[in-house]
Structures are given as C-alpha cells and as structure tokens.
C-alpha cells in the first residue's frame, strides 16, 4: 500500500508563520521559538520542537484560533520582521577586510542543524551545522551538500543500562525540507554510475538561514534495491555500504552542482569522508575542461580546503585497496593516471590501505586541525605526506572550533546579553571588545539567571527521566521521581558520545570516594549523564553500564541519573542547566570537543583534562584544568593519576567554591568564574571568528593562487606545468653536499649573528634555478620558524656552486637549523612543494 500525507490547510493569516517554520533561522531564533511553543507548549515537546511537524499536525481549530488572536498576529508580525531583517543583512567590510566575494561549497557527511532534524550523531555534525549557521550570519557565500538518510542515526533505548538501538523512519513531509525542481517543475535527480549499477539521487534542499543545504536521497524507486539502501543510515558500520555513501556524496555533491549550476571558488570538505569529491572533479576538469592531470591537480589543491577532526590514525576514514579499486576502476582513465598511482594518492607507509584524509590533505594546499593540539598532532601523524617539508610548514593549520552562540544560549543568558552586549554579537561576535563588557553587569544578575535556568532544566530533567521509566524499569530500585535532583546542589554534567577515549569511566576509577563526594551531607554533588555508543562499540556500551552499575550499587539514585538518547535537545538542556561540566579524555585524543564551548558560554564552568580546545581557553579563573600526566605513560598510572587530580579538585577547590555564599546569600566567587567564563568563551570560541579564520587563513589565500593560475588565460599555470617537466628530471641529481656555520662547535649567545655557507652539487642544473634557504626554528610554536635567504656567490668548476647568508639569532635554549633548495621561481615553488631538498 502507498501512504500518503494530508497537510492542513494553513490559514491564510498565518503563511508567514509556515514560510519561516521553513528555515532553521526559526530553530534557532528565540522569538521564533515562543511564537511556536505559544500555538501549543505541550505539542510543541511532543514534535521535538519541529515547527513544521507542529503546524502540520495541529488541528485546524487551534490554527484558526491563532489566527484570529490579535495579540498573536501582532508578535508574528515583529518576529517576521526581525526575520526578514535578518535575511536582508548585508556584510559590510571593516578596515583591513574586504568583501566576500566568493562562494564556497561546504561538504559533510552529517549536519546537526536542529534535535529534531535526525541526520546527525554528534561533534562533527554539530560543527558543521554551526558552520552554516555562522556564515548565514555573517554573509558568507556558501552552499553546502550533504546526504539525507532514510533512518538517520539509532535512538537508543537503555534497558537497565544495556543499549538498544532503534531506527524509527523518517518522514520527510514532516521536516524543513523540500524537494528541489527544475525549471520545469520537475524534480532534480542527479544520475551517475557507481560500478555496473546506476544510481539515481533525488535532490532535497534545506534553509538554513541563507545558506542552502543541498541533501541527495538514493532511496527512490528508480534506483535497485541495494542502491535505494546506500543512504539508509548515518555511519553504517558495514565497510562496502560505507565506501558506496562516501562515493555517492563526493561524486553526487559535484554533479549536484553541475546540474544546479553552481560554481563555486571553494571546496570545504569537513572531515575524509568527503574526499571523492575531489575524484569527480578530477574527472571533470580533464574530461570537459580539456585539463592535463597536472593542470587539474593545481586548479584543484587551490580551491580545496580540508578540515581533519580525527587525532588518532586509526580512527580515520580508510579502505582495503581491493574495495576502492572496484568502485575507482572503471573510472580510472578519465583521470589521466595508472590505478597504482591514484592508489598510491590515499596511501601511507605502503600498507594497502586507501586513506580518505591523505588522499584530501593531497589535494588541498590548505588543510586545517581543529585546535592549536590537535594541528600540531595531525602534522605528525601526517609527516609522510609532505616530504621535503619542514614540519613547521606542513600545511595543516590550527582553526580551533566555536559554537553558533545563538543556538546553544539559553533564553536567561541571552535576555542579558541583549541588555548588556548589545544585539551586535548576531552578526560579529567575533569582536572582542564586545565581551568586555561582562565585567559591567552587577553582581547577581548572572547568577540569578543560571539559577532560573537550572530549575528550568531540572524540571526538564525529571520529566525526561519520568518518561524513561514509566515504560519500564530504569534502574533496579524504586526512584521517586519528585525528589530527583536539587536545584540547590551542585550539579555536574557529562554527556558525549561514549566511547573509550572520552573515559566515561574515569570518575567511577574510585566508587567509594566517588561515592562519598555525592553523598557529602556538607557539600553534596549531583551528576547528570548522557550518551549514546556506537552500535558496534562494546567497549563504549560497557562504559553506559558502568553508570548504571555505581547508580544500582549505592545509594545515589536521587543525586545520579542518566538520560537516554542524548541529542541536541537534551545537550542544550544540560549545557545551559548544570554547574560544572565535567570532560575527561584521554589526551591527546579530543581533537577540540565542543560541549565545553556551548557549557562555557552559559556561564557553566568547565572542569577538564587539557585537552582540545580548553588549553587556550583556561587562564585559572574561568574553570578547573586537570593538568593530566604525559600521554606517552603506562596508561593505567596517567588514569590513576587523572583520577586523582579530578578527585582532588571536587573535594576541595569545586565544593568549597560552589558552597561559599555565607555573606551574600550566593556564591559570588562562583559568579565571579561565571562571568569569567562568559566572557574568554564567547569571545575565543563563537563560531564567527573561527569562520573569520577560515577567510583569512585558507579561502582567501587559495582563490589569491588560484586568480593568478587563470592569469593570461591559464598560461600561468601551463607554465608551470612546463617548467615542472623539465625539473622533474634535473632535479634528482641535485643535492646540497654540506654546510657550515660559524657558530660550529661553538655555544653561540642570542642576538650573535650567524653566517651559513652551503655547498650545493647542481649538476647541470642553472645556479639561478634554484634558491637556497636557511631554516631556523626555535621552540614549539610554529609562528617561531623563520626562513633566511641565501645568495648564490660563486660556481666551482666540479659542477658545486657556493651559497651564502646570515641571520640573527633570538631568544636561548635549544633551537635547531637545517638548510634546504627549492626551486627559484616562487610561484612555481609555491605549487610544487615537493620540488624541496634538505640536509638536516
Ligand atoms: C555538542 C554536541 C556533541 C559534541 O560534544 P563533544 O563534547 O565535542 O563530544 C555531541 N553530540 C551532541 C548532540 C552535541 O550537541
């Protein structure tokens, strides 16, 4: 049977309300959201505060109702046009700035838009999602491509701590989306083969602000039943099902674009799983530009820009060989390469292995990590891509992560940022000076605000958790659902994907101890949980049952709970509603997390090992740094260790701070690191100066090369080309013979100037073909590199040629100095890092 469904007819005076429950700017604009919650506060939870779902299946009695409700009518019109201001905002540029003249293409696997929105599982949708968010905001040109999946992640089920996984359906209908139509009103259907098959993608498209979202759905009935399954669910963990989702949303995105007629300046592939965009482009660029491969690749490396969000090799996208090669093969012509060398582009350390992330951070001249940590961690997990490099100059940056500020403030915060800030922070919260103002707002105001919001969320907290357990038993004694959590108490929060290096298990390494801090009668603590495990992580599923097992043991069912199937809802509940948030990973491997960013901006304070972002956020005033021991330890002592620390830190400094409000009826050292944390967090960690770090550091400079490769109609660029072929084969035989200093065997002091001599074999070569550059580097900080020039001096008559120069040396300790050829022509050498040579 076919199903179908009915929408209600919407009244006429009330089109304005369905047009903007149609962008997401109404997911996430406060005033949007009361307009919705007024038309039915208990409908309105019950759809997961979907605004479509909610006019679509409320009667039509209650339509009718509202629209003939002045007062209602009179606060749609003023959100309305708060609405259309907000899509009519236009970016004026600043001294130093320019305008955004360009487009960019943003691709990801999943985006996390809205709770209610199920096509993503955690940060990295998240991330995404506020990406889009931000540019919106900020006027940036952007696109972005995605899949629709019929199921989207699980929802999990927790029966006494064990994880159930559901996929209920969803209904598209229901949702801010619609299909995309052609001129002729028929439905855009992208066609493309993948094997023998052909595969068939319906296009769908998303409002997110002003930013478009483009999702392809395979599941169509011109598609076989295999291919109809490829966007089945979010992160199947079946490898061949992966790799097809993977092809159909880097081959689909491109040929998206085609039939859309987009043409973007920038290719933002966020995270391995959206490399095959670069292989279709590949494709088009040699087969309907008429591109040499090398002319592809160049255009290609400077209109690409990677992010990487996986500090662990392991945990990135790769494939068996044999299995990409299926898909690649039929294909491999049309790029103008062997199959053993478009293999060996995704490879690393010959393992047969076709790595999603190299093959990306090949192809991009800019790639970035997502904190200062986790940048430096990917170039040395990447080293074996970027031979000839300084790992200094390896091209992965630091863009450390934010957060899109109006989708994770809660309405008390955002009530006094509009007091206090101002409504500049919408479009530019990236202006720092703004946040300055925190310090100004009187003393209590900020704490009355969070305590308003915490009985909120604890009211939130009980009803979520009396659902739970109405339908079954929870936890294996009675729990009175009343007297769960005091609003009174200090409450910490934890919630995040389980999965072992997050170490949810951390805080049970000690259950007595733990114990005795919750149950404190002086200084109670409250825990709230939440998280979800990947279906097939056992190890992340033993870490749920932990929780349930401490809570099953002692006597802390009203002050412990866990919450199931956390999602966007519950994550901005308990972000805005808890004290401290609490983050235990084992470091190095939080690649930023964003949780802390979004507790942080509340006035939450976060407590956490430093790892990811909060290193370049802690300053000792706005929260509690568990310093954690060195990663390359036994790992049981640095657990021990860690563990400690954070029990440590609970029973003394955290408690004695929360519950020090003799004199003032609150606890004003309290809302002293509160405003504190507001106020660091906000201005480092929003997401528009992080989308302003992409601009300036990887847009801007990519579409500046990519202008001159198009120089002359592209002659530019085919010189290049040329020049490269002839240095291919003289550029072997070149080598740098040795080096002296005249600091040699000596203890140089700071601010000595130094004299190199470097003597080069060139072979045939010209002298002026090549520049020699000395490379001196002091420190970790990748800022502390600095490059001097050499100048050619003399040519001997056994083919060596002398070149010579000084710099000055800076600041003491150990530092380090290699010298090292690259090509001469600096465009050239720009393009072709590979043509370096060094001696350390
Ligand atoms: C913010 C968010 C995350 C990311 O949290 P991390 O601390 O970075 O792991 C995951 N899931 C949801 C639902 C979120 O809202």
Redesign the pocket.
Known sequence: MRKFFIKPEIPPALERLHEMAFNIWSCWDVDAQRLFHRLDPVRFREVNHNPVELLYTLSSQTLDKAASDKGYLYELEKVYDKYKAYMAYEHVPQKGDAAYDFLVAYICMEY?LHESFPI?S??LA?LAGDTLKAASDMGIPMVSFGLLYKHGYFRQRLDGGQQREEYPENNWFLHPVREVFDDKGAPVIIQFKLKEDDVHAKLWRVEVGRVTLYLLDTNIHQNASHIRAITNSLYDADRRQRLTQELVLGKGSVLAMRALKITPDIYHLNEGHTAFVIWERFKELMQQKGCSYEEARHLIRHSTVFTTHTPVIEGNEHFAQDLVMEYLAPEVKDVGLTMAQCLALGEVRNDKQFWLPAYALRHASHSNGVSKIHAAVSRGMWKDLFPGSHEKEYPIDAITNGVHLQSWLSLQMTEIFDRYIGIDYLHAADQADLWQKIDAIPDGEIWNAHRRRKEQVIGFIRRTFANMSCRRGYFNKAVDVEHILNPDYLTIGFA??FTPY?RAGLIFSDPERLAAIVLNHKRPVQFVFSGKAHPADQAGKDLIRQVFDFINKYPVEHHMLFLEN???NI??HIVQGVDVWL?TPKKPMEA?????I?AGINGVLNFSILDGWWPEAYNGRNGWAIRSGCSCGDPQNINDADANELYSLLEREITETYYSNADHGFPLPWERMMKESIKTVCSGFNMHRAMREYVVKCYRPEIATAKKLRTEGGLHLKKAVNMQSEAVAAWDKVYIKDYFTSVDGKLPVSGQKVHVDVYVFLGDVDEKRIAVEALYCRGEDRAAFQKAPLTFVERYSDKIAKYSGSFVLVGTGEQSLSVRFVPADPFFAELYPEFRKWKS
């Open positions: 996390g993503y955690g940060g998240v995040r994907r997050k956390y999602d966007m994550a901005r983050n930023s997390g964003t949780s802390g979004k």
